[in-house]
């Protein structure tokens, strides 16, 4: 466990205060993204700090960068997938104010009594970066060469029975 980040936070009094927080987490530690993971092994360097911009909009800017170990759906061979995110997180009161939101930002929805994770910040951010199949970069697509016989497409035909069932009559 990273010693400086907290399990839950005020985010808005980490705007008033201007809070940063940064450090490493072992990939163990976040257990919804290890089952998207070949294994647990390795680290993520993470920076969170908040603030409020010119418009007055309270937001946290989330840096983090790591090796994500993927199985490759092709070759089946372990790989590490680089990522980088550097996210801007504007903290909103109620729906109305995501339409006002300049571009570039993403909406979190926290009312005033509200404390939120940072590490589940974190987490939700990497799970959205891997990929539904994972592809180790470099490996050749796999085409199929297959045909069906007539007695495949006969069968796979809905309309088949019918016709053996008429000919049937006719004879």
Do not use: H
């Amino acid at each position: 466990m990273s010693p400086n980040l907290p399990d839950q936070l005020d985010p808005w009094r980490m705007v008033s205060a201007q809070r940063l927080f940064e450090g490493r987490l072992e990939l163990a530690e976040l257990p919804r993204l290890a089952g998207l993971l070949a294994d647990r092994k390795g680290e993520i360097a993470y920076r969170i700090s908040f603030d409020r911009d010119a418009m007055q909009i309270a937001y946290a800017t989330l840096e983090i960068e790591a090796a994500l170990p993927l199985e490759c759906q092709r070759s089946l061979e372990s790989f590490e997938l680089p990522v980088r995110i550097d996210q801007r997180i504007a903290f909103i009161r109620d729906e109305a104010e995501e339409a006002a939101l300049p571009e570039g930002y993403e909406a979190w929805l926290v009312d005033a009594s509200d404390v939120i994770s940072p590490r589940d910040l974190i987490e939700d951010e990497l799970i959205l970066v891997v990929p539904a199949i994972p592809v180790k970069p470099g490996t050749e697509a796999m085409a199929a060469e297959w045909s069906p016989d007539e007695k495949e497409v006969a069968a796979a035909n809905p309309f088949a029975a019918l016709a053996a069932l008429r000919r049937d009559q006719k004879e």
